[in-house]
Every structure is written in C-alpha cells, then in structure tokens.
C-alpha cells in the first residue's frame, strides 16, 4: 500500500520535530545533571577541606580523639555518608566507621584537589545511595601530612533531576502533539496547490480546458509561477485543441466532447437536441478555379454566417474540410430547419468578395436531425445528419433536407 505524499510529509516533519526535541531535552537533562553534580561536588569539597584543616593539628600532635572528634562532625552533615583521615600511604588512621580503622583506602590514589570539566571524581554506591568519594590532602608548612577522604551524597540532587526528566518528558509530549499539527497544516499547505495541479491535470485529460480554480489559491512562490505556466499551457492547449485555426470556430475534437454532454443532458431532462451539417457545394470546383486561397477564404466566410445566424448556446464547429456541423440545444424541428434555411439563404445570397472585387457563388447542402424522434443515440443522431446532409446532394445541392 502506497503512502501519499500528504502523509509522507506528516511523517517526515514529526519525526524530525520529535528527534530535535528529544535531543534538545536530553542534552539539558545531562548539562543540567552535570551541573548540578558539580555544584553539589563543590559543596562537598568545602566540607573535605573543612576537615582536613580540623585535622593538622591532631596529626601533628598524634591525638586520634581530636581526629575522631573531627571526623564525627564531619559525618554528622546530612549529605556525608562516610568521611576518613589517611596516612601518606593510604592507610586508614581515622573513619567514622571505627572497624575500618587500620585498613587500606580501597579508591583511586590520585588525589583530587579540584573539580574540572571531565568530572565530579569517581562515583560508588555505599550503603544504597550515590555518593562521590572527594579527597583532600593534609597540608602543614608545605609538606603533605596525610589525607581525608569523605563520602559525600548524590542523593539530594537526584529527586530535582527526575523531576526536571518528567518535566521535559511532558514538554517532549506536548511538542509532539505541537509538532503533528504543526506538520498536518504544513503538509496541507504544501500538497494542496499539488493536488489542484492534479485535478487540473485530469480537467485537460478529459477535455476541459477551462482550470482557472487551480489560479485562485497560486501564491507567489515557486508553486503560483507553476500554476501561472500550467494555466497558460492550458489556454495554448485550448486555442490548439478547441478552435480551429482558418475559421476561429469550435473544432470536431471540442465539438465531440460538447455534443456527449449535451447528449447526456437531454437524455437525462428529455430535452430535444437538433443537429445541421453543413457542407459547400462544388467546393472542389472552387479551389480548382480559384485556388486554395479563396476557397480558405470561402470556408471563413461560411464560418462568421453560421455564428452570426446561430444562437449563443450553439454549438457551431468545422466537422473536417468543407463541412461543418451546428448543434442545437432544446430545439425542434421548426427551429432547426428555420436556422437551416436562414444559413442555405444568406450564403447563396451573399458571395464572397475578393481583393481584386470578383465575386464567388457559393450554396451550400444541409441535412437535418432531431433526437428523440429519430436518434437513438449520439452517434446514430450524427449518422442520421449525414444521411440526410447526402440526400440534399442527391436532390440538386442547394437545398435543406431532413433524414427520411
């Protein structure tokens, strides 16, 4: 099953509104997280520092209850989870779990004096919470005298992060549904002069020409200068397939496109269609005598009798050569063989003229057809015509003759 364009676009538009959003979100949440690391990493590098300043003193003067005295106050912040004095070979000389006392700091060597970009120092998980082991040298007159280690929490900053995750995840949601909206309008907004352009496309595949709603939403972008093009390739197309190009009038193409609809219409309200065809008498006789020129200009001046006699809801049209067809909408026989008679007449009696003011005799023969009465059919009404068109040959030329 294909997909259209439409919803290909939809698509398109929402994934790439849900991956920026969601790359926005997590690139907050983790520079938010950072921070929030750092600042509480700062905080407990003050609280490292504070004891091992508390801590020289009984260092130098070997007092382990004025390091154990430090060490609990130390341990009694909310957010130290465990704080220890170190030797300068790692070894435990104080920590506020006195059965560790002795033992080997089992965390990294290296001593963190600060904190940079790479980090907040090494992570562990002691008794079930986060904490970042900060350690902290002892300093006296230059020389490094030990150590202090201290255990401090992640825990306080961990309920705010989760806080500020749901909440982007709730914005990502509402970006989401922002987004798909965002993405139907746009798509809408692109696929529908595309769309017009189709139903235009389909109007000329079936004949008609007339597609000035695809100019009515044109903008001025890219796609309102195709619509301008696609319309004015339609009026050429029109001027091409609709008229014909000596005489002006409809051409047998248009004619037979108009006579189905008017077909269908007068079979669907019963409303009588009449149909004339026309042909010049002799008219090989005139492009032999005079040329092709002035029969050209004979067709042209039997063309403006036929629209000048014929109703504005006629059809008149050039069927092929020296034949032409005029169909008539709700019409009966009485008008038809008046409008018959009134071409046959104003052609016989008024000749052509040329440049070098001879005059050329033309008449011309003309069959008659009427449906409902004696068609059943489109093409049967135009075969009718011509019966008819052939017995007012037979009978002399110059004449109006209905089908027998």
Known sequence: MSIGLKHKLVILITALIVAAQLATGLFVVNRVEKAMERENYLRGLTVASDLARSCVRPLISRDPDGMRASVRVTKAHEDVVQAMVLDP???????????????????????????????????????????????????????????????????????????????????????????IVLAVLLSEFVTRPLVQLRQAAQELETGHFDVDFFLRSASGDEIGSLARAFSSMADRLKLQVCYDALTGIYSRNFFQRHMEDAWAESVRHQKKLALLMIDVDHFKRINDTYGHQVGDQCLVMLAEVLVAQSRAEDCVARYGGEEFVVLMTESDSAAAFNLAERIRA???????????????????????????????????????????????????????????
């Open 346 to 404: 104003t052609v016989e009696s008024e000749p052509v003229v040329l440049e070098n003011g001879q005059t050329v005799a033309m008449t011309v023969s003309v069959g008659v057809a009427i449906s409902l009465e004696n068609a059943t059919s489109m093409k049967e009404l135009i075969a009718r015509a011509d019966r008819a068109l052939y017995r007012a040959k037979n009978a002399g030329r110059n004449r109006v003759c209905p089908e027998a």
């Open 89 to 179: 070979g790692g070894r435990i000389i104080m920590h506020s779990n006195l059965a560790l006392v002795g033992s080997d700091y089992g965390g990294p060597a290296r001593t963190v004096a600060g904190v940079g970009d790479e980090g907040c120092g090494p992570h562990c998980i002691l008794e079930g919470v986060e904490v970042v082991d900060i350690r902290t040298p002892i300093m006296a007159g230059g020389r490094e005298l030990g150590s202090v280690v201290v255990g401090f929490s992640h825990a306080g900053i961990r309920g705010p992060i989760l806080r500020l995750k749901k909440q982007i995840g709730l914005i990502l949601l509402g970006s989401i549904a922002i987004g």
